[in-house]
């Protein structure tokens, strides 16, 4: 069975600062891999998404992420962060043989001034 | 631009009633989803469905049940409401098949006293 794993709960960054929050999945063949931002009181919203190709995938409001096969990893990075950023981060992996996402426990994401 | 519309923002219903929480989707996607959220349990699926009168169960179905009588509606339902049901509960969809992203509402947040 697929599972992802998001090993930090809650991050601080200072605005401005660089970010990375972890992702690793497992799954037996190449995954389908996704990250959605929650801010409060909202439903979640796509980021980016990875199917096939280009390992770097680029990503709305200045997103991008890495799918590394080798670490079984597909990390969040930006480079600059900006207070609107603060919410929950969340990363998901597909199933190619159904429609099911399995998600991570997520990442809340605090900025400071 | 996709929208999800989930029927309530906020929910309050006693032990044992019967709870129907409503979900419309305007995009004509062929697979809805509902999810409950957690705090440290992340999204957990529920049911989905991949055509009208057709459904899945998810990871936990237990205590659930669903209806989609009209692709564009999907109904989750708590046949009597208990209080470990107490939760927010998100609704989603997408366009079959291949795992294209989700789309989700704004979340419901139900209490069962």
């Known amino acids: 069975a697929q599972s992802v794993t998001q090993p930090d709960i809650h991050i601080t960054v200072s605005e401005g600062a660089s970010l990375e929050l972890r992702c690793n999945y497992s799954?037996?063949?190449?995954?389908?891999l996704f990250w959605y931002v929650q801010s409060p009181g909202q439903g979640l919203q796509l980021l980016l998404k990875?199917?096939?190709?280009?390992?770097l995938v680029q990503g709305i409001k200045g997103f991008e992420a890495e799918f590394k096969r080798s670490q079984s990893s597909f990390n969040l990075r930006k480079p600059s962060v900006h207070w609107s950023d603060a919410a929950e981060y969340f990363c998901?992996?597909?199933?190619?043989?159904?429609?099911?996402?399995?998600f991570g426990t997520g990442t809340r994401l605090t900025i400071i001034p | 631009d996709v929208k999800v519309t989930q029927s309530s923002r906020y929910l309050v219903k006693r032990t044992g009633e019967k709870v129907f929480l409503e979900c419309v989707q305007d995009?004509?996607?062929?697979?809805m989803f509902w999810y409950r959220q957690d705090p440290g349990l992340g999204l957990r699926l529920i049911y989905f469905?991949?055509?009208?009168?057709?459904?899945e169960k998810g990871d936990i179905p237990e205590g659930y049940s669903v209806s989609r009588e009209k692709k564009e509606r999907f109904s989750l339902i708590l046949e009597s409401a208990s209080t470990n049901q107490t939760s927010m509960y998100l609704c989603?969809?997408?366009?079959?098949?291949?795992?294209?992203?989700?789309?989700f509402g704004d979340g419901t947040r139900l209490s069962i006293l």
């Open positions: 998901a992996v597909g199933d190619f043989g159904n429609e099911k996402l399995t």
């Open positions: 799954y037996g063949a190449t995954p389908y």
């Open positions: 990875y199917f096939s190709g280009d390992t």
């Open positions: 995009m004509d996607h062929e697979n």
């Open positions: 469905s991949y055509d009208v009168k057709m459904k």
């Open positions: 989603a969809s997408n366009a079959g098949p291949f795992n294209q992203p989700q789309h």
